[in-house]
């Protein structure tokens, strides 16, 4: 059982900077695992923002970045907005077809 | 307009079926891989199932695998995903996602509701 671990809540400043993590059960995360991001809203779908460890879609914003960090897939936030509070997921790709979703992270902006 | 609409959410019994929808349009749709992401009330994304570009593979996840059965039509540009012997646990939003660059996940639909109660 593949398990992908993010840190259940954080708490940052607006204008202030914050980072994420996403860890395997199976050990360090590297590029081949094309890590995924994604944000989430109260009551909307989630929206898509990093693709393969640090790839942005066009309309994800500037102040997101994604990297590897530690043996961890990471994103980045620089410059917090109110409108950045939100559940962020990981994806994680394991071969096979088979991919594995973080329990998610609620980034609180106060 | 890239969009994703999926239909065909609803209430059902326990050991009963369904089968939902996902209508895509603003991008050439048989190019594409499509993929079903759940999400319980309350809960986090479980990916759920797979399916190439001209539907000749597929994945399921363990939790699905052997009752859920994905699809495509490219000449429609509908994905589907025919879920029997439901049960409590598949309730959730079922989420259509299309697949981007080879291992980038797009664009999402709004969801569809299943819930599986008696």
């Known amino acids: 059982q593949t398990v992908v671990t993010q840190e259940p809540s954080l708490t940052v400043s607006p204008g202030g900077t914050v980072t994420l993590t996403c860890a395997s059960s199976?050990?360090?995360?590297?590029?081949?695992?094309?890590p995924n991001w994604f944000q989430q809203k109260p009551g909307q779908a989630p929206r898509a923002l990093i693709y393969?460890?640090?790839n942005k879609h066009s309309w994800t914003p500037a102040r997101f970045s994604g990297s590897l960090l530690g043996g961890k897939a990471a994103l980045t936030l620089s410059g917090v907005q109110p409108e950045d509070e939100a559940e962020y997921y990981c994806?994680?790709?394991?071969?096979?077809?088979?991919?594995?979703f973080g329990g998610g992270t609620k980034l609180t902006v106060l | 307009e890239v969009q994703l609409v999926e239909s065909g959410g609803g209430l059902v019994q326990p050991g009963g079926s369904l089968r939902l929808s996902c209508s895509a349009s603003?991008?050439?749709?048989?190019?594409?891989?499509m993929h079903w992401v759940r999400q319980a009330p309350g809960k986090g994304l479980e990916y759920v199932s797979a399916i190439s570009s001209n539907g000749g593979s597929t994945y399921y996840a363990d939790s699905v695998k052997g009752r859920f059965t994905i699809s495509r039509d490219n000449s429609k540009n509908t994905l589907y995903l025919q879920m029997s012997s439901l049960r409590a646990e598949d309730t959730a939003v079922y989420y259509c996602?299309?697949?981007?660059?080879?291992?980038?996940?797009?664009?999402w639909g709004q969801g569809t509701m299943v819930t599986v109660s008696s």
């Open positions: 994806l994680l790709y394991y071969g096979g077809a088979q991919w594995v």
């Open positions: 996602v299309k697949g981007g660059d080879p291992n980038a996940f797009d664009i």
């Open positions: 199976t050990g360090a995360v590297t590029s081949g695992y094309y």
């Open positions: 603003g991008f050439t749709f048989s190019s594409y891989a």
């Open positions: 393969s460890t640090s």
